[in-house]
């Protein structure tokens, strides 16, 4: 821009020089990009607003939104049992996680408990959805510094886990297996003995991916020290799950406030001690076998019984009952037609997806949808630390770094 | 006059004694090495696949054609009926250079390798060389013209003006460039050992043992520097796609990406070439009773087999940060190359003296 | 002597008219539809409100300038390679004065941190 000179000034008054030389902007040194929404790895439409001095970033802004889709608003136009398949889509690489919280914050709100055969299905349910979760993690992890085949290899491992959702509940991915009061059904014949198999060829395939891939130097290289966090700057942000215990505070919230029976299993919460990109990869590796470990233990204590509450309020009258008695035709009818109807009050119940600390708050007015759902997603409040443990460091690491926050974009923006 | 008559008299028939016509012989090389080096890289493309569905639990292409061996023509036909887009703000004439530079260093610099033995004195003392020119510093041609190929990827990771393609084009000529010198400084001990730049003597020299036997650690430098030459994992940070989505070849499309593709096929397959000249001799059989199978077969399985290498590595190592590689090719590479130029030149001298 | 360059300026000619005529057989043969959006760089989706023309890190051009130097030296040795059986020790011990002036040179920079590219 040459300068404009102010009204009244004479033209003589610039002369030809150092006053009409223009103004270049130079800049702050940096250069501004946009990674994403459509980018190979920001694990969905995550939009990254960088600041780039070469190849160190200096500030990221994560800008999020592209995928939200209004699951809390939609909950208050649906009955609670309703609800369930909306929970599927928000985390959408741990599904029964999800069915599994809304279905326990509608049951404390409902005051009722299930029976233990369903509690045990559930953990069950829920184990196998976190090892399939991690499994497209490590996957992508291994893809995010370069590495294309492992990719491959954890995916025929998952794909057994689909099979096993399948097999209960008829769909692969958004099962809504889990249900207000129970479970869709009592599982087939077959189960049995896939998930043992699941449970007995799995830590043989975990043992080859960390030859694979934790013992690589290059991946040592390009994880350790990578994307640190301390334990109080974890804490302060809100973080939980694996990104929280790599830092090295055991908060897992099956231990904490243990649901669904996790208290009758032995298992162990894997810590770390630096809180890099490396610590967050041992846990979660170390989370599969500790997975597994209760997939086994709830397998061998099955108990026998029904999987869904008697209470009338939730569970369908039986058929037989239906035929002879009008008043459970009735029951029947308004449960299909209008639901439930918790008492009035708030709940708020969290359980541990694979993420991190997954809650439903729930508040109740009585009707038979719910007031208002809050939820409080893990990778939201997992992503808030990215632009904190990213600054400094190199364009390669930051995507690393997303790999190892593990972000379900559908988790984030709900 | 018919075709077939013309060649007949312009000298074809070398063995009964009529001089082979230069201009025809050339003509001929020439025409084998473009056309092979293309069709090599393209099938070499199938390869990669087939290769990676290997180590990956899949089959890799099966459907067009045997084994999926049509495939590469598929690609190239619908490359060649795709629009070619291009942003309205690149440069116009640097952006149109950049695959032409890529794809045409690439096959010139295959120019002086000799594929086989010089045969004597076929014809009227007609010598015919297995390379399409015969030069003295055939290294030095080599090394001068596949430094060309780093302008390609730079002029065309600036000239699109996209800050993707410019990252890609900054990262891979820092890269590029940086291992550069790995790899001459790698060359110069077998040239201290031959006494020569001139590619044939390089290899008839290794009629004892292979060069890669004395100089086991110049080859592993040049291996390694070779990878990062032509951007192949776990050096493959130009085209990084995970970071900088297509690197610098980002806004390319139709023919002219498929021309930067080519192209690095095609160098795969001269640094091969080169690795199988300098250390793994050449034509030379693994041993002398072995020498009924023509040196060309021989030449093309060392080569095949470095590839297959190169391609085993790409599928099962991650990649290296960007400052690592750097580090690597001037805190490593470059100190160790120095080192084996002294010991090398170290023994030769003294045992001359 | 120079003959054997002959070929290699045809071989020169057949590659260039090789890869320009590749690119030109595809723009001939290709659809041309251009749109706005269509010759828009790509930044992930984002109308990029900046060009790419912006000033970048320096240590790009740090680089550019030890590779200068040190690539000239390599050549500085190529012809003492071809030779070192004549020069003999002579020769060796001037060629390690040079390399070790060279190595210096590289451990200064080093030092001074042209290396770190974080």
């Given at each position: 821009?040459?300068?404009?000179?102010?009204?009244?000034t004479a033209?003589?008054?610039?002369?030809?020089?150092?006053?009409?030389?223009?103004?270049?902007?130079?800049?702050?040194?940096?250069?501004?990009?946009?990674?994403?929404?459509?980018?190979?790895?920001?694990?969905?439409?995550?939009?990254?607003?960088?600041?780039?001095?070469?190849?160190?970033?200096?500030?990221c802004?994560?800008?999020?939104?592209?995928?939200?889709?209004?699951?809390?608003?939609?909950?208050?136009?649906?009955?609670?049992?309703?609800?369930?398949?909306?929970?599927?889509?928000?985390?959408?690489?741990g599904?029964?996680?999800?069915?599994?919280g809304?279905?326990?914050?509608?049951?404390?709100?409902?005051?009722?408990?299930?029976?233990?055969?369903?509690?045990?299905?559930?953990?069950?349910?829920?184990?196998?959805?976190?090892?399939?979760?991690?499994?497209?993690?490590?996957?992508?992890?291994?893809?995010?510094?370069?590495?294309?085949?492992?990719?491959?290899?954890?995916?025929?491992?998952?794909?057994?886990?689909?099979?096993?959702?399948?097999?209960?509940?008829?769909?692969?991915m958004?099962?809504?297996?889990?249900?207000v009061?129970?479970?869709?059904?009592?599982?087939?014949?077959?189960?049995?003995?896939?998930?043992?198999?699941?449970?007995?060829?799995?830590?043989?395939?975990?043992?080859?991916?960390?030859?694979?891939?934790?013992?690589?130097?290059?991946?040592?290289?390009?994880?350790?020290?990578?994307?640190?966090?301390?334990?109080?700057?974890?804490?302060?942000?809100?973080?939980?799950?694996?990104?929280?215990?790599?830092?090295?505070?055991?908060?897992?919230?099956?231990?904490?406030q243990?649901?669904?029976?996790?208290?009758?299993?032995?298992?162990?919460?894997p810590?770390?001690?630096?809180?890099?990109?490396?610590?967050?990869?041992?846990?979660?590796?170390?989370?599969?076998?500790?997975?597994?470990?209760?997939?086994?233990q709830?397998?061998?204590?099955?108990?026998?019984?029904?999987?869904?509450?008697?209470?009338?309020?939730?569970?369908?009258?039986?058929?037989?009952?239906?035929?002879?008695?009008?008043?459970?035709?009735?029951?029947?009818?308004?449960?299909?037609?209008?639901?439930?109807?918790?008492?009035?009050?708030?709940?708020?119940?969290?359980?541990?997806?694979?993420?991190?600390?997954?809650?439903?708050?729930?508040?109740s007015?009585?009707?038979?949808?719910?007031?208002?759902?809050?939820?409080?997603?893990?990778?939201?409040?997992?992503?808030?630390?990215?632009?904190?443990?990213?600054?400094?460091?190199?364009?390669?690491?930051l995507?690393?770094?997303?790999?190892?926050?593990?972000?379900?974009?559908?988790?984030?923006?709900? | 006059?018919?075709?077939?008559?013309?060649?007949?008299?312009?000298?074809?028939?070398?063995?009964n004694?009529?001089?082979?016509?230069?201009?025809?012989?050339?003509?001929?090389?020439?025409?084998?090495?473009?056309?092979?080096?293309?069709?090599?890289?393209?099938?070499?493309?199938?390869?990669?696949?087939?290769?990676?569905?290997?180590?990956?639990?899949?089959?890799?292409?099966?459907?067009?054609?045997?084994?999926?061996?049509?495939?590469?023509?598929?690609?190239?036909?619908?490359?060649?009926?795709?629009?070619?887009?291009?942003?309205?703000?690149?440069?116009?004439?640097?952006?149109?250079?950049?695959?032409?530079?890529?794809?045409?260093?690439?096959?010139?610099?295959?120019?002086?390798?000799?594929?086989?033995?010089?045969?004597?004195?076929?014809?009227?003392?007609?010598?015919?060389?297995?390379?399409?020119?015969?030069?003295?510093?055939?290294?030095?041609?080599?090394?001068?013209?596949?430094?060309?190929?780093?302008?390609?990827?730079?002029?065309?990771?600036?000239?699109?003006?996209?800050?993707?393609?410019?990252?890609?084009?900054?990262?891979?000529?820092?890269?590029?460039?940086?291992?550069e010198?790995?790899?001459?400084?790698?060359?110069?001990?077998?040239?201290?050992?031959?006494?020569?730049?001139?590619?044939?003597?390089?290899?008839?020299?290794?009629?004892?043992?292979?060069?890669?036997?004395?100089?086991?650690?110049?080859?592993l430098?040049?291996?390694?520097?070779?990878?990062a030459?032509?951007?192949?994992?776990?050096?493959?940070?130009?085209?990084?796609?995970?970071?900088?989505?297509?690197?610098?070849?980002?806004?390319?499309?139709?023919?002219?990406?498929?021309?930067?593709?080519?192209?690095?096929?095609?160098?795969?397959?001269?640094?091969?070439?080169?690795?199988?000249?300098?250390?793994?001799?050449?034509?030379?059989?693994?041993?002398?009773?072995?020498?009924?199978?023509?040196?060309?077969?021989?030449?093309?399985?060392?080569?095949?087999?470095?590839?297959?290498?190169?391609?085993?590595?790409?599928?099962?190592?991650?990649?290296?940060?960007?400052?690592?590689?750097?580090?690597?090719?001037?805190k490593?590479?470059?100190?160790?190359?120095?080192?084996?130029?002294?010991?090398?030149?170290?023994?030769?001298?003294?045992?001359a003296? | 002597?120079?003959?054997?360059?002959?070929?290699?300026?045809?071989?020169?000619?057949?590659?260039?008219v090789?890869?320009?005529?590749?690119?030109?057989?595809?723009?001939?043969?290709?659809?041309?539809?251009p749109?706005?959006?269509?010759?828009?760089?790509?930044?992930?989706?984002?109308?990029?409100?900046?060009?790419?023309?912006?000033?970048?890190?320096?240590?790009?051009?740090?680089?550019?300038?030890?590779?200068?130097?040190?690539?000239?030296?390599?050549?500085?040795?190529?012809?003492?390679?071809?030779?070192?059986?004549?020069?003999?020790?002579?020769?060796?011990?001037?060629?390690?004065?040079?390399?070790?002036?060279?190595?210096?040179?590289?451990?200064?920079?080093?030092?001074?941190?042209?290396?770190?590219?974080?």
């Open positions: 821009m040459p300068i404009t000179l102010p009204p009244g033209p003589g008054l610039l002369t030809p020089g150092i006053d009409s030389v223009e103004a270049v902007d130079l800049g702050g040194g940096t250069m501004e990009l946009n990674m994403g929404p459509q980018h190979p790895s920001t694990h969905g439409v995550l939009r990254l607003l960088l600041d780039l001095d070469g190849e160190v970033v200096r500030q802004r994560p800008d999020i939104g592209f995928l939200h889709t209004g699951f809390e608003k939609s909950f208050e136009s649906h009955t609670y049992q309703q609800c369930i398949p909306y929970t599927d889509r928000m985390d959408y690489l599904p029964p996680i999800n069915n599994l809304f279905a326990l914050a509608a049951e404390r709100l409902l005051g009722i408990d299930v029976p233990l055969r369903a509690q045990y299905l559930r953990v069950i349910m829920a184990e196998l959805a976190r090892i399939g979760s991690h499994l497209l993690w490590f996957g992508t992890t291994a893809l995010d510094v370069g590495a294309m085949t492992p990719f491959v290899y954890s995916w025929r491992e998952r794909e057994r886990i689909l099979d096993i959702n399948e097999l209960v509940s008829g769909v692969r958004h099962t809504s297996f889990i249900r009061g129970g479970l869709l059904a009592d599982v087939p014949d077959d189960f049995y003995a896939i998930a043992q198999s699941v449970v007995d060829t799995f830590p043989k395939a975990i043992d080859e991916y960390e030859v694979l891939i934790s013992g690589n130097p290059i991946f040592r290289e390009r994880t350790r020290n990578i994307g640190a966090i301390s334990a109080a700057d974890a804490l302060n942000y809100g973080m939980t799950g694996p990104c929280l215990r790599g830092s090295g505070v055991p908060y897992d919230v099956r231990k904490q243990p649901y669904s029976s996790y208290d009758h299993f032995d298992f162990d919460i810590v770390g001690v630096r809180g890099d990109i490396y610590d967050r990869y041992l846990c979660r590796m170390q989370e599969l076998r500790e997975s597994l470990k209760i997939v086994d709830a397998l061998n204590n099955l108990p026998s019984g029904p999987v869904n509450t008697p209470d009338r309020r939730v569970a369908a009258p039986p058929r037989n009952e239906i035929n002879t008695s009008m008043e459970s035709l009735i029951r029947h009818f308004k449960l299909s037609t209008e639901g439930f109807r918790p008492p009035k009050g708030q709940v708020y119940q969290a359980v541990e997806s694979p993420r991190g600390e997954l809650g439903f708050y729930i508040v007015d009585g009707s038979n949808r719910p007031y208002r759902v809050k939820v409080r997603a893990p990778s939201f409040s997992n992503l808030t630390a990215l632009p904190h443990m990213v600054k400094g460091e190199l364009l390669a690491d995507v690393a770094v997303i790999g190892s926050i593990d972000i379900v974009l559908g988790d984030v923006d709900r | 006059m018919k075709a077939s008559q013309y060649l007949l008299d312009s000298g074809l028939r070398v063995g004694g009529v001089a082979a016509d230069p201009v025809l012989v050339f003509a001929v090389k020439a025409a084998i090495v473009v056309l092979g080096l293309t069709l090599a890289a393209a099938f070499l493309t199938w390869a990669e696949r087939k290769v990676a569905g290997r180590i990956q639990l899949r089959y890799g292409p099966n459907r067009v054609g045997p084994y999926g061996l049509f495939q590469p023509i598929a690609d190239v036909l619908k490359l060649l009926f795709k629009e070619n887009l291009a942003p309205a703000t690149r440069d116009k004439l640097l952006f149109l250079v950049g695959p032409s530079l890529a794809v045409g260093t690439a096959i010139l610099a295959f120019a002086v390798i000799p594929l086989s033995a010089v045969n004597h004195g076929i014809g009227a003392g007609y010598d015919l060389h297995w390379d399409i020119s015969h030069l003295n510093i055939g290294l030095l041609f080599i090394l001068a013209v596949t430094s060309l190929g780093a302008y390609s990827i730079f002029l065309g990771g600036w000239s699109a003006n996209s800050k993707y393609s410019l990252l890609g084009g900054l990262r891979s000529t820092a890269q590029l460039i940086s291992y010198m790995a790899v001459s400084f790698s060359l110069i001990g077998v040239v201290i050992l031959t006494g020569s730049l001139d590619l044939e003597k390089i290899v008839t020299q290794q009629n004892h043992a292979w060069f890669v036997v004395m100089q086991p650690l110049a080859f430098l040049y291996f390694t520097g070779a990878l030459e032509t951007n192949r994992a776990p050096f493959d940070l130009p085209e990084a796609e995970q970071e900088l989505v297509a690197g610098y070849h980002t806004e390319y499309s139709s023919l002219r990406f498929g021309l930067y593709f080519l192209g690095e096929y095609v160098n795969v397959i001269t640094v091969c070439a080169i690795a199988t000249t300098l250390f793994l001799g050449g034509w030379l059989p693994i041993v002398p009773f072995l020498s009924f199978i023509p040196g060309v077969l021989w030449f093309i399985g060392k080569v095949a087999v470095l590839i297959l290498v190169v391609m085993w590595i790409r599928w099962t190592l991650p990649r290296l940060r960007y400052d690592r590689l750097m580090s690597l090719g001037w490593v590479l470059l100190p160790l190359g120095l080192l084996n130029i002294v010991i090398t030149g170290a023994v030769v001298a003294f045992q003296a | 002597m120079l003959d054997a360059y002959i070929p290699i300026l045809a071989f020169f000619g057949i590659c260039v090789f890869a320009a005529g590749v690119p030109l057989l595809s723009a001939w043969l290709g659809p041309r539809k749109s706005p959006e269509k010759s828009m760089p790509y930044e992930s989706g984002v109308v990029p409100q900046i060009g790419a023309r912006q000033r970048f890190s320096v240590s790009f051009y740090v680089t550019a300038m030890l590779f200068i130097i040190f690539d000239v030296e390599s050549i500085f040795l190529f012809p003492w390679a071809t030779i070192v059986r004549q020069l003999k020790i002579f020769g060796f011990v001037e060629m390690v004065v040079f390399i070790a002036t060279l190595f210096i040179g590289l451990v200064y920079v080093w030092r001074k941190g042209a290396f770190r590219w974080e």
